[in-house]
C-alpha cells in the first residue's frame, strides 16, 4: 500500500472512532436517580420501580441513592453540579424547582433543573393523635388559642409546613412550638413528640384508624380518608397539590429526557403503580415536560404568596 493510501486508511479509522464516539448511544455508563429524603416514602419506591425500567429497557445499570438532608438540598445540589447528560436524575419534590429557588439565600436558581416529568401526587395529611381535645383544623385553631399546640414537620420553609401554618393561622388560631422531623410516623403521635404531625399517608398507614385526620392537602378528598377535607375546602386560597417529579440539570438533551420519560410512563402505567395509588391514597400517572413546567410556575407563584403572608424571608 502507499503512503497516500496508508494515510487516508488512517483517517478513515480515527474519523470512524471519532463519529462513533460522538454518536454513542445513551446511558453509556450507570445512572443515578438522587432522592433526596430518607428511603421508604412514596417517591422512594416509585422512582425505584422507575430506575429498574430504566435499567431493563436500555441495559445499563441503574440505581437509587439516598441524599436526604436540608429539606431536600443536600440531594437537590447533587444533581445540579451533575453533568448535564442524563447519567444524574432527581426524584424532587415541587418545593425544589419553587421554595428552594426563593430568597437572598437560595442555593439554586429557577432555571438550575428541567423538568423531565411529574408522576406523583402524594397523599399528604395534617393528623392528631387519636386522643387530642380536637376533632377538626378548625377545633384545632379554636384550641390553640388558649393552649400550646405542638407541629411536628419536615422542614419549616417546606410547603406542607408553610400550607399548614397557614391554614391553622387563617382559622384563627396558631401554632405555640414546631420542629423538624426526619420521619413522621405512627411513633411520633404515640410518644408525644408532637400534638400535630403534617405527613404522607404512606407513613401513618399502619395507625391510620388510630389516628385522627384533620384534614388534607390535595387537590381533592383521598379515598383512604374520605371524611378529612382537604385544606383548599377550609381556605380556598391554599387549594393546592404536592407532587414529585424527575429532573435533571438545565442543557440536558431532549432525546436523553424523552428516554428517561418512555421509562418513567411505562411504570406509572403498570398494575403495580396503580396498585400503590389504590392502596395508599395517591395519584399515580404522568405528566409530560411542558405541563409540569406550567404546573411549577403556577405552584412558584401561590407558594410566593404564602411566604409573604407569613413573612418568611429565607
Not at 249 to 263: F, H, R, S, W, Y
Not at 297 to 302: E, I
Amino acid at each position: 500500500m502507499t503512503k497516500t493510501g496508508l494515510l487516508a486508511g488512517a483517517c478513515a479509522l480515527a474519523l470512524s472512532a471519532f463519529g462513533g464516539a460522538a454518536l454513542a448511544e445513551y446511558p453509556e455508563r450507570p445512572v443515578t436517580f438522587i432522592v433526596p429524603w430518607p428511603p421508604g416514602d412514596l417517591e422512594d419506591v416509585l422512582t425505584r420501580m422507575i430506575a429498574e425500567e430504566f435499567q431493563s429497557m436500555y441495559g445499563a445499570p441503574a440505581a437509587v441513592v439516598n441524599r436526604p438532608g436540608g429539606g431536600g438540598i443536600v440531594g437537590a445540589l447533587e444533581v445540579a453540579g451533575a453533568a448535564p447528560d442524563g447519567h444524574v436524575i432527581g426524584s424532587f419534590v415541587l418545593g425544589i424547582p419553587t421554595v428552594k429557588t426563593m430568597g437572598p439565600d437560595a442555593q439554586v436558581a429557577r432555571d438550575t433543573f428541567e423538568p423531565v416529568g411529574i408522576f406523583l401526587t402524594y397523599p399528604f395529611l395534617i393528623a392528631a393523635a387519636a386522643d387530642a381535645p380536637y376533632n377538626s383544623l378548625q377545633e384545632l385553631a379554636d384550641y390553640s388559642k388558649t393552649n400550646t399546640v405542638r407541629l411536628g414537620h419536615f422542614g419549616y420553609g417546606l410547603e406542607p409546613t408553610l400550607l399548614t401554618v397557614l391554614g391553622v393561622q387563617e382559622l384563627g388560631g396558631t401554632f405555640g412550638a414546631e420542629a423538624a422531623f426526619d420521619a413522621l410516623d405512627c411513633s411520633t403521635l404515640a410518644n408525644g413528640d408532637a400534638d400535630v404531625i403534617n405527613t404522607t399517608a404512606q407513613l401513618v398507614l399502619p395507625c391510620l384508624n388510630e389516628i385522627k385526620v384533620l384534614a388534607t392537602i390535595t387537590g381533592e378528598r383521598m379515598g383512604i380518608t374520605p371524611d378529612a377535607p382537604t385544606l383548599g375546602e377550609l381556605e380556598p386560597s391554599l387549594d393546592s397539590t404536592l407532587w414529585n417529579g424527575l429532573f435533571v440539570p438545565k442543557g440536558t438533551p431532549q432525546e436523553v429526557k424523552d428516554k428517561i420519560a418512555a421509562a418513567a410512563q411505562a411504570v406509572v402505567a403498570s398494575p403495580e403503580a396503580q396498585e400503590i395509588a389504590a392502596t395508599t391514597g395517591a395519584l399515580v400517572y404522568w405528566m409530560d415536560q411542558a405541563a409540569s413546567a406550567e404546573r411549577i410556575n403556577l405552584d412558584f407563584d401561590q407558594l410566593t404568596r404564602v411566604r409573604e403572608t407569613l413573612g418568611v424571608t429565607e
